[in-house]
């Protein structure tokens, strides 16, 4: 197996911007569905085919760090921040997923509202790698950051309300269960975007 001795910078780069352009397309797709008011088949394998597409970027890092010797940052960070990228895609999956499964409506006031905040969160991430490789605009991607952290605290309070008026309201303890779940996996999810932004924000405190 050849190793590249020559830090390949810009292509470990590139690969995270094409990461995070992947997830914003599936934050806001995600987001359009909430207006039809139905996750149909078409809607969630479209959905399904964009984390498969991030399951490729991120296998494809991998082989790339596992082929250079000399990496443009710590190679755990890369292989970190490679992850949690694809962890928020899978998270994203699993509430299409679940969602057709469990015959739920988008609309739900409080769901539309994680949704909103996770997009939010997929775009802050993505304007924060872009400019990554740019050590004179770290001050620029640490707000980037700085505004993940805010929207994954903005998702607790959601969660508190939506789980309080979920009990108040909800007569059939099935459809309880259901949206309970639905509200955690979108907390999680915003949980993963803030593990993101804390690597890169780790990122620029190592090479800062």
């Known amino acids: 197996m050849a190793l590249n001795f020559i830090p390949k910078e810009v292509k470990f780069f590139d690969y995270f911007n094409l990461q ?53 940052i710590d190679r755990e960070d890369i292989f970190a921040l490679a992850n949690q990228l694809d962890d928020v895609l899978d998270m994203i999956n699993a509430m299409a997923s ?8 988008p609309g739900n006031e409080y769901f539309a509202q994680f949704i909103d905040l996770i997009d939010q969160s997929a775009i802050a991430l993505s304007n924060a790698i872009n400019h990554m490789h740019d050590t004179k605009r770290a001050r ?32 059939d303890p099935i459809m309880v269960i259901k949206w309970k779940e639905m509200f955690e996996v979108a907390e999680a999810t915003l949980d993963n975007c803030e593990h993101a ?11 800062g």
């Open 197 to 207: 932004a804390k690597v890169i924000e780790s990122i620029l405190v190592k090479h």
């Open 20 to 72: 995070a352009e992947n997830l914003v397309k599936a934050s806001a797709f995600f987001k359009s569905i909430l207006k039809d008011g139905v996750m149909s088949e078409e809607s969630a394998r479209h959905i399904h085919d964009l984390e498969h597409e991030g399951d490729t970027l991120s296998h494809e890092i991998t082989d790339m760090l596992n082929r250079t010797f000399i990496t443009p």
């Open 140 to 171: 620029r991607v640490l707000d980037h950051c700085i505004e993940v952290n805010r929207l994954e605290n903005m998702g607790d309070l959601v969660r508190e309300t939506a789980i309080s008026r979920l009990f108040e309201t909800e007569k």
């Open 98 to 105: 679940r969602m057709k499964l469990y015959k739920l409506d």
